[in-house]
Structure formats: structure tokens, C-alpha cells
């Protein structure tokens, strides 16, 4: 299962290396949680790619970018992992009722 904490596990290490430094040179822009668990987010690339990302509990159980890569990952991929990873780790949020019982089900 690929979650927030432990996806670099599941990426090769040239694209981590290489979606870590677009993270840290700040190629992310517009990150947005536009529901709950469903974030979009650009990338500063050679143009700039839409990626988006999907989180049920603790899985991200969906990755999508439209740049020309034919892997499984890439690295803008990475980048916007690490900035959701960076953007909860600030926040404190804690869960209403209905978010609750709704990560039980």
C-alpha cells in the first residue's frame, strides 16, 4: 500500500532524486485540496504539467500527470507527493464528526 510516509519506496530513485529537487527548488505551485483527499497542483517543468493526486485514509490510490513520461511515476509526480507530505505535516486538523465517522466506514 502506498501512502504518504513511505512512497519513495515505490518510485525509482533517479525520478525520487529528480521530483525531490523540483520539490525543493519550488517548482510546485498552486496546490490545492479541491475536496477532501482529491489534490491538484502545476509543476515548473519544461512547460508547466497539471498533476493530480487522490488519498482514501492513508492510500494514495490515485497519481495522474500530463506530461509526455511513459513510466508508472514521474517526478512531478513526486514533487506534489512531497508537498501534500509538507502541507499536513504544518497542519493540524482535527477531524469533525462527520469526517470521523467517515474515515471508519
Known amino acids: 500500500m502506498m501512502t504518504l510516509s513511505n512512497f519513495e519506496n515505490f518510485v525509482p530513485p533517479q525520478i525520487w532524486r529528480r521530483g525531490k529537487e ?4 519550488g517548482a510546485v505551485t498552486n496546490l490545492e485540496e479541491i475536496e477532501a483527499g482529491e489534490w491538484l497542483a502545476h509543476v515548473e517543468g519544461t512547460e508547466e504539467y ?3 493526486i487522490s488519498i482514501e485514509g492513508k492510500e494514495i490510490v490515485y497519481w ?3 506530461c509526455p513520461y511513459d513510466g ?3 517526478k512531478h509526480i513526486v514533487a506534489v ?8 505535516s504544518k497542519q493540524k486538523h482535527f477531524l469533525s464528526a462527520k469526517e470521523a465517522k467517515i474515515q471508519e466506514e
Do not use: G, N, T
Not at 81 to 88: G, H
Open 22 to 25: 523540483y520539490y525543493e527548488c
Open 50 to 52: 497539471e498533476v493530480e
Open 64 to 66: 495522474d500527470c500530463d
Open 72 to 74: 508508472d511515476i514521474c
Open 81 to 88: 507527493i512531497l508537498a501534500i507530505r509538507e502541507s499536513q
